[in-house]
């Protein structure tokens, strides 16, 4: 007869809670281009080859002979991304007391224990959420100025305001000058670690707990990560179809992209200086030239609402749904057939996405977002301390099967 909580019991009764719908229901529901995004749940083994086919062979010519030339010097033009798997985790402990204390009461027992969970797979989907908009490199924000002398705590402003929904209090960050190299920044000479004790919402300001003073070096422009991210996140769109062309030698998973820039890294628009109608129809108008046909444009809540308040009278609204979360979408025409645009929290201030959503997959090992239990035991004694933890889990990578059928344009 069971006297007390112990494991076992409280495995089963979470086994109830946490079904695969409950964490897709939870994962999905804030997170539009992760919810929608086709999913590939069998990336086993090393490496996960996507090839793309980049050029046609080119023996054609209303001369014979010349044609048959061609043929023997020219063929189809391959590409292989040789994609490899990316790790996150989110861990998160109940003190064993807690767990006792409430042992004669099952909805207060299924509570705490709930709550713990549902907190950490949030924190693991925000973070999987984020990096599908990013680099590998996992910059979260930039730095607007420099922080001004303070002691105990300081702030920083971000450079986009709108980026303050990629940080939580407790969070603890580091700073570099640059998304990659270089080194650590300091607040006073020492300090290289900066928890976060309080975040301003509203005008995007986060207060750091600790020290800033002459021996600072914090920058504007500096790159904001979390701790133990950079240079491990997912090579989401913004590699994928960087602002920026690639050139010679700036391999992304062994290809040389500067071969051939478009079809092999996406399409680039500036359309900053018009309106936002006019931007968005030209980066369709591009893609579809080089025979994509974007079926979503993703795009920051600032953004949605410019583009909502541009459209005045002609608005179209479109409810999406994808299992059991749905999102509304503002519908547009684009040169081959309605464009469907949603307003994502974690796509970059300033920037949206033409997609081409069936040539975009994200492969993952298991679940995207899951809970680490393999040896079945989903709760785990806590070595050191009187309690109990769950470990959240994701290895993930995403693929893109034809760059050049999606674009990003900047906005502002």
Same mark, same amino acid.
């Given at each position: ?39 590939? =749940?069998?990336?086993?083994? !090393?490496?996960?080859?996507?090839? &793309? #086919? @980049?050029? +046609? %062979?080119? *023996?054609? $010519? ?100 709108? =980026?303050?929904?990629?940080? !939580?209090?407790?969070?603890?960050? &580091? #700073? @570099?000058? +640059? %998304?990659? *190299?270089? $080194? ?105 030239? !080089? ?5 979503? #444009?993703?795009? +920051? ?112």
């Amino acid at each position: 007869m069971v006297s007390g909580v112990d494991l076992s019991n409280f495995e089963g009764l979470l086994k109830q809670l946490y079904t695969d719908d409950r964490i897709e229901n939870e994962v999905y529901k804030d997170h539009p281009l992760l919810a929608m995004i086709p999913k590939m =749940e069998a990336f086993e083994g !090393e490496s996960w080859k996507v090839p &793309v #086919i @980049y050029g +046609n %062979p080119m *023996g054609r $010519s209303r001369t014979f002979s010349v044609a048959q030339t061609q043929s023997l010097i020219t063929g189809v033009l391959p590409a292989a991304f040789v994609l490899t798997r990316v790790k996150d985790y989110s861990i998160t402990t109940v003190d064993n007391e807690v767990l006792l204390a409430s042992k004669s009461n099952k909805g207060a027992f299924l509570e705490a224990a709930s709550t713990a969970m549902d907190g950490a797979l949030q924190s693991l989907s925000n973070n999987t959420a984020v990096s599908l908009y990013r680099t590998v490199a996992g910059v979260r924000a930039t730095v607007d100025v420099e922080p001004t002398t303070d002691t105990g705590t300081f702030t920083i402003q971000l450079a986009q305001p709108e =980026e303050i929904t990629n940080f !939580e209090v407790n969070q603890l960050l &580091v #700073i @570099y000058q +640059n %998304p990659t *190299g270089g $080194s650590a920044r300091s607040s006073d000479g020492s300090q290289v670690e900066f928890p976060i004790a309080a975040i301003d919402r509203d005008n995007g300001i986060i207060t750091i707990t600790g020290d800033y003073d002459g021996s600072g070096t914090i920058a504007a422009g500096d790159s904001i990560f979390c701790k133990g991210d950079r240079g491990l996140s997912i090579s989401g769109l913004a590699s994928w179809i960087p602002l920026v062309a690639p050139t010679a030698g700036d391999d992304h998973f062994g290809v040389d992209r500067s071969v051939d820039v478009t079809r092999l890294a996406g399409i680039r628009q500036d359309g900053r200086g018009k309106p936002i109608e006019q931007a968005l129809q030209d980066l369709l108008s591009r893609v579809a030239r !080089e025979g994509g046909a974007p079926d979503m #444009i993703f795009m +920051n809540y600032a953004q949605w609402n410019d583009l909502n308040l541009s459209l005045g009278s002609k608005v179209q609204i479109v409810d999406l749904s994808v299992g059991k979360v749905g999102f509304r979408s503002l519908e547009i025409q684009g040169p081959k057939g309605p464009v469907k645009c949603v307003a994502d929290q974690d796509c970059p201030a300033g920037l949206a996405y033409a997609l081409t959503m069936k040539t975009l997959q994200l492969g993952s090992l298991g679940k995207v977002v899951r809970v680490f239990n393999t040896d079945n035991m989903t709760w785990l004694r806590q070595s050191a301390s009187d309690g109990v933890e769950v470990r959240m889990c994701s290895y993930a990578q995403l693929a893109c099967k034809a760059p050049g059928y999606n674009g990003v344009v900047q906005l502002s």
